[in-house]
Nanobody
């Protein structure tokens, strides 16, 4: 069964760190590009980070550049999103998703098919 499961969210103070995990099953993360998205209350879902499986190239939205880093453990078939220096505006539900179409930019959710259930990240003092 094809599945993505996120974990690692939680409550953290501004300036803190969290590492999110995205465990894949039913397919190999070596074969697909995976993106991380987030959705804050009342806002549209936005792409924040993306990793090319073939080249390892990383892409991120300007608001998280230098703070968020995506990595992969192929042996565990799991991707990670290391988030440092978290800010209150990073508060959102975070999702990982598998990209299967390349008609748009990596930030467009319509190019992705399978999504995890999401993990809540709350940054507050």
């Amino acid at each position: 069964q094809l599945q993505l499961v996120e974990s690692g969210g939680g409550f953290v103070q501004p300036g803190g760190s969290l590492r999110l995990s995205c465990a894949a099953s039913g397919f190999s993360v070596k074969d697909y590009n995976i993106g991380w998205f987030r959705q804050a209350p009342g806002k549209e879902r936005e792409g924040v980070s993306y990793r090319s499986a073939s080249t390892g190239a990383l892409f991120s939205v300007d608001s998280v550049k230098g703070r968020f880093t995506e990595s992969v453990d192929n042996a565990k078939n799991t991707l990670y999103l290391q988030m440092n220096n978290l800010k209150p505006e990073d508060t959102a539900v975070y999702y990982c998703a598998r990209r299967v179409r390349y008609a748009r930019t990596w930030r467009d959710s319509r190019d992705y098919d399978y999504w995890g259930q999401g993990t809540q990240v709350t940054v507050s003092s």
